[in-house]
Nanobody
Framework: VQLQASGGGLVQAGGSLRLTCTASGGTFDFPLGWFRQAPGRNREFLAAISWTGKSTYYADSVKGRFTISRDNAKNSVYLQMDSLNPEDTAVYYC????????????????WGQGTLVTVSS
């Protein structure tokens, strides 16, 4: 499975961005997650969604501001990010098919290449 993330860019504080991750080369019937990594920091879990889309899980740091969703017909998962602040600046990654806990990065079998989000103050 190959994952391609897109939608990053430069946004002012308080603004919004929508990230997209599209899968190819395999099935799409697995949970998907979003992570981010800021310079000098570990890769951080943000959100995950079941393959049906009926279950979602969020890190406390983004709950209420970020929304994960998916469109299985398009093999795509999305991350709507609102009320962005400079602390959200990072490279954002999508990941697929966790073997265990959705919030643990080491459980994911597939990763996208990352898309950079920069939030200016």
């Amino acid at each position: 499975v190959q994952l391609q993330a897109s939608g990053g860019g430069l946004v002012q504080a308080g603004g919004s961005l929508r990230l997209t991750c599209t899968a190819s080369g395999g099935t799409f019937d697995f949970p998907l997650g979003w992570f981010r990594q800021a310079p000098g920091r570990n890769r951080e879990f943000l959100a995950a969604i079941s393959w049906t889309g009926k279950s979602t899980y969020y890190a406390d740091s983004v709950k209420g501001r970020f929304t994960i969703s998916r469109d299985n017909a398009k093999n795509s998962v999305y991350l709507q990010m609102d009320s962005l602040n400079p602390e959200d600046t990072a490279v954002y990654y999508c990941a697929a098919d966790p073997a265990g806990a959705w919030f643990e990065r080491d459980q994911y079998n597939y990763w996208g290449q990352g898309t950079l989000v920069t939030v200016s103050s």
